[in-house]
Nanobody
Framework: QVQLVESGGGSVQAGGSLNLSCTAS?????WGWLRQAPGKEREGVAI????????YYADSVKGRFTISRDYAKKTAYLQMNSLKPEDTAMYYC?????????????????WGRGTQVTVSS
């Protein structure tokens, strides 16, 4: 089973930035990030997949978040800018994605334990 370890979460004020990282125990090509806030459904946030590294984003984060991957380092990143209070959630990286689309991230096979992001107004 793949092991995923996220880091980089924290507390910031609205408008601030955070850069999340996720390191895997094996080499992975396709990565996703999802989030879950208390009392809310899991939401796929971003995905990077394919040989060309295509990226897709949820409408709620488009233009503010950027997903990237470093295959050699077995690591994916989520750069989050212009953070809003509604971005507050536990963020998880995910692999074993059923397809290359942001809606697939919530159905990923493997998740990490998550890193908390809290944005205050």
């Amino acid at each position: 089973q793949v092991q995923l370890v996220e880091s980089g979460g924290g507390s910031v004020q609205a408008g601030g930035s955070l850069n999340l990282s996720c390191t895997a125990s094996v080499y992975i090509a396709n990565w996703g990030w999802l989030r879950q806030a208390p009392g809310k459904e899991r939401e796929g946030v971003a995905i990077v997949c394919g040989l060309d590294g295509s990226t897709y984003y949820a409408d709620s984060v488009k233009g503010r978040f950027t997903i990237s991957r470093d295959y050699a380092k077995k690591t994916a990143y989520l750069q989050m800018n212009s953070l809003k209070p509604e971005d507050t959630a536990m963020y998880y990286c995910a692999t074993g994605l059923p397809s290359c689309g942001v809606s697939a991230v919530a159905r990923a096979k493997d998740w990490g334990r998550g890193t908390q992001v809290t944005v205050s107004s």
